[in-house]
């Protein structure tokens, strides 16, 4: 369950004091966010400023070690708890949590519906029946109730991410994660995957993004987070970020993407 912040909205991720290294490279710096229930965070930055590893702290693909990260209610247990303790304890954590990448990391030899149906069978244990019939709703959500049948190696890469999302919302999450999800994507098929991420936001999910479509990001962003070299630069509303940019960093990283 969220946890009530200060005020009426409630925070459903928290890191507080975040720091994180691969070795003795340090990837997150001091890291301090709060993200409220239906809230759209939008992370950018360069290359290697560190928006994959925060968001994949989220669903503890990666652990930190130290400060505090709570998600869902859960409180995400550091690298050293994690060695303590077994990786047992995330699944649950993870389930509250869905995550798109890049790559669509679809099972090639299953369906459509399949894909999006083995999960919740597997570790919901829901019935086939009831997966299925979710498995449909959530197909005709995405615009792919007709392609159920099909292979994935059928689909174009936008049906495939498509396909992606609705998989990741059969586990019914709390929290969207989304890195990147149209890099991989020819331009034509970028729009059909923002179009499904516009309407999950306009459904009030809550969700971290990071992208490059910087003109969806100011569109769709509650909030806009700029990192470099790991740490937090700069947080504010689109507008300002984009605008009136306070950070000389963030002003000249922006000033360098916006001319293409
Ligand atoms: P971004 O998503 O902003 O491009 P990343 O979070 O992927 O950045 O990476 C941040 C930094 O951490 C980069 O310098 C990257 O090389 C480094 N890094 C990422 N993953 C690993 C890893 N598994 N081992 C070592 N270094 C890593
Ligand atoms: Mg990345």
């Known amino acids: 369950m969220p946890t009530q912040s200060n005020g009426s909205h409630p925070t459903i991720v928290t890191f507080a004091n975040v720091n994180k290294f691969y070795g003795t490279f340090q990837a997150l710096s001091n890291i301090s966010l709060s993200v409220t229930v239906g809230e759209v965070v939008v992370l950018i930055g360069a290359s290697g400023s560190g928006k994959s590893t925060l968001i994949r702290c989220v669903n503890g693909l990666e652990t930190y070690q130290d400060g505090s990260l709570t998600v869902d209610g859960h409180s995400m247990p550091t690298t050293e708890d994690l060695e303590a303790s077994g990786a047992k304890a995330l699944h649950q954590i993870r389930r509250g949590v869905g995550m798109v990448f890049q790559q669509f990391n679809l ?154």
């Open 107 to 260: 099972f090639p030899h299953k369906t459509v519906l399949e894909n999006v149906t083995l999960a919740p069978i597997r570790v919901r244990g829901k019935s086939r029946e009831d997966a299925e019939a979710n498995g449909m709703r959530l197909l005709d959500r995405v615009g792919l109730a007709n392609q159920a049948q099909k292979y994935p190696g059928q689909l174009s890469g936008g049906q495939q991410q498509r396909v992606a999302i609705a998989r990741s919302l059969a586990m019914e999450p709390h929290v969207m994660l989304f890195d990147e999800p149209t890099s991989a994507l020819d331009p034509e098929l970028v729009g059909e995957v923002l179009d499904v991420m516009r309407e999950l936001r306009n459904e009030g999910m809550t969700m971290m993004i990071v992208t490059h479509e910087m003109a969806f990001a100011r569109e769709v962003a509650n909030r806009v987070i700029y990192m470099d070299r790991g740490a937090i630069v700069e947080v504010g509303q689109p507008e300002q970020i984009f605008d009136e940019p306070t950070n000389e960093r963030t002003r000249t990283f922006l000033s360098r993407v916006l001319k293409h």
